[in-house]
């Protein structure tokens, strides 16, 4: 009876290459990738000993240069069979610790004593001592009551708007320039009857008008980066903080590219200008200046609390595997014990800007070129050179501010810089300022409705 009614069943299943309905949207959406000349791709190199250079084959260096070179109307790269070093200036090790000795010890005795760690997420079996330890570390360095680990930064972003901000009486107060996991927050929150109000880019007037605007009676988070990643500023700190205590929102700060990087003893922008103590909410990871990975939240034992029972990303989760969380703990120990590598960092910076006659800021430091082609095709000349500096264009940056994006590492040398500097004046270029770029019309708030749809 079974076998028959087996045999009457019409068969529900269908292999992968028979669902033509999915195939054929696949394949229009990568093909309209295609056509916008916005397909990425990947370009697999090989390690070195420095955290700042990769030995890539030639086969895959042309590869990657003609695909810039399509795009941009430049001339193709010339066959070889010679691979060769590449100057990375497109990563956020900006503390070099990714292959710092005592960094790699640290991972590598994690790794042989106790493999990955309990693989469960942390409520359920996977929190152990060597992650309790690195939350008080952290929380030691951010200068607040306790820590949340995060399996990333983003995961930390997206705990902290989508758990904060639901219900209606949640108001998100973001800058427009925020990060897309920051973003993906809002739009979580908004889902969960959450209400956002986008400000333009550090304009504290622009953020007052809409507190000003806004009911006493709701619960009020202003988010924002500390350190905007295309953009290479700072947040307007002093200023976040004079409305905080005139409004009485909530601060988060995301200091993704800033911890370890600015302030005194590696605290952060927050730390950097002085305001720390009246940030409510740090969050961080651990792939960028800590050399490892993972995320972070900083706050009260309350906020933690919170996080770990309602932010969704930390809940359903597996914790982080120790030989991250033992990285990024000894990463905090180098640099407390060496404090000059930070010196080293911001001499880069200021050296950089010297040669090329930019205004610099921090590590990252925007070469606003204005037009697409030409930023592609200035990647292109300076990867065939040796140098990995990436283009950065639209949808990421507002239409006409294309830009090469550097990032300096305390890994870079003195004489990596100078090499670098004589490359990108060869290319011939014109600087836009960044102050004129921020202040364009380029540059416009989005509504709450227009950034729910993005």
């Given at each position: 009876m079974l076998a028959q009614d087996a045999q009457q069943r019409p068969t529900a299943h269908h292999s992968a290459g028979e669902n033509t309905q999915w195939q054929r949207w696949l394949s229009s959406s990568v093909c309209k990738l295609e056509s916008a000349n916005l397909l990425r791709t990947l370009h697999p190199v090989s390690t070195t000993l420095s955290p700042v250079e990769v030995e890539i084959s030639h086969s895959t260096l042309k590869e990657w240069h003609d695909s810039i070179a399509d795009i941009s109307g430049s001339e193709h790269l010339v066959d070889s069979q010679v691979s060769m070093r590449l100057k990375l200036f497109s990563l956020n090790d900006y503390m070099g610790l990714s292959q710092h000795p005592a960094?790699?010890?640290?991972?590598?005795?994690?790794?042989?004593?106790?493999?990955?760690?309990?693989?469960?997420?942390?409520?359920?079996?996977?929190?152990?001592?060597?992650?309790?330890?690195?939350?008080?570390?952290?929380?030691?360095?951010?200068?607040?009551?306790?820590?949340?680990?995060f399996s990333s930064g983003f995961a930390a972003n997206l705990a902290v708007v989508s758990a904060l901000c639901q219900g209606p009486e949640a108001v998100i107060f973001s800058d427009e320039l925020n990060h897309a996991s920051i973003i993906d927050g809002c739009r979580l929150a908004i889902r969960s009857r959450g209400a956002l109000q986008v400000y333009r880019h550090n304009d504290m007037a622009h953020l007052e008008q809409l507190l000003a605007a806004?009911?006493?009676?709701k619960r009020k988070l202003v988010i924002t980066d500390s350190l905007f990643s295309m953009d290479g500023d700072f947040a307007d700190l002093p200023g976040l903080v004079c409305l905080r205590r005139q409004y009485g929102f909530a601060l988060a700060l995301d200091e993704a590219h800033a911890t370890l990087v600015a302030g005194h003893?590696?605290?952060?922008?927050?730390?950097?200008?002085?305001?720390?103590?009246?940030?409510?909410?740090?969050?961080?990871?651990?792939?960028?200046?800590?050399?490892?990975?993972?995320g972070f939240v900083a706050g009260s034992s309350l906020l933690k609390s919170f996080l770990m029972n309602k932010g969704r990303s930390y809940v359903f989760s597996t914790a982080l595997p120790l030989p991250a969380v033992a990285a990024a703990q000894a990463a905090i120990h180098v640099c407390h014990q060496e404090p000059e590598r930070r010196q080293n960092l911001w001499e880069r910076v200021q050296q950089l800007g010297d040669l090329l006659g930019v205004a610099v800021q921090s590590p990252v430091i925007p070469l606003v070129v204005g037009d697409e082609a030409t930023a592609l095709a200035a990647?292109?000349?300076?990867?065939?050179?040796?140098?990995?500096?990436?283009?950065?264009?639209?949808?990421?940056?507002?239409?006409?501010?294309?830009?090469?994006?550097?990032?300096?590492?305390?890994?870079?040398?003195?004489?990596?810089?100078?090499?670098?500097?004589?490359?990108?004046?060869?290319?011939?270029?014109?600087?836009?300022?960044?102050?004129?770029?921020?202040?364009?019309?380029?540059?416009?708030?989005?509504?709450?409705?227009?950034?729910?749809?993005?």
């Open positions: 960094i790699c010890k640290a991972a590598a005795e994690a790794a042989t004593h106790c493999g990955m760690g309990p693989r469960s997420s942390a409520l359920v079996g996977g929190y152990t001592q060597m992650h309790q330890d690195l939350e008080t570390s952290l929380a030691a360095l951010k200068g607040t009551e306790d820590c949340l680990l806004c009911p006493s009676t003893a590696g605290g952060g922008a927050a730390e950097m200008f002085g305001v720390a103590d009246e940030v409510d909410i740090h969050i961080g990871t651990l792939s960028k200046g800590f050399g490892s990975h993972g990647s292109a000349q300076l990867l065939k050179k040796g140098f990995h500096v990436p283009a950065i264009r639209p949808p990421t940056v507002p239409k006409n501010t294309s830009r090469l994006r550097v990032s300096l590492s305390a890994a870079h040398t003195a004489e990596d810089v100078r090499r670098l500097a004589e490359a990108i004046q060869e290319c011939n270029l014109h600087f836009l300022p960044m102050d004129q770029v921020l202040s364009s019309a380029a540059t416009r708030a989005l509504s709450s409705k227009a950034l729910s749809k993005l």
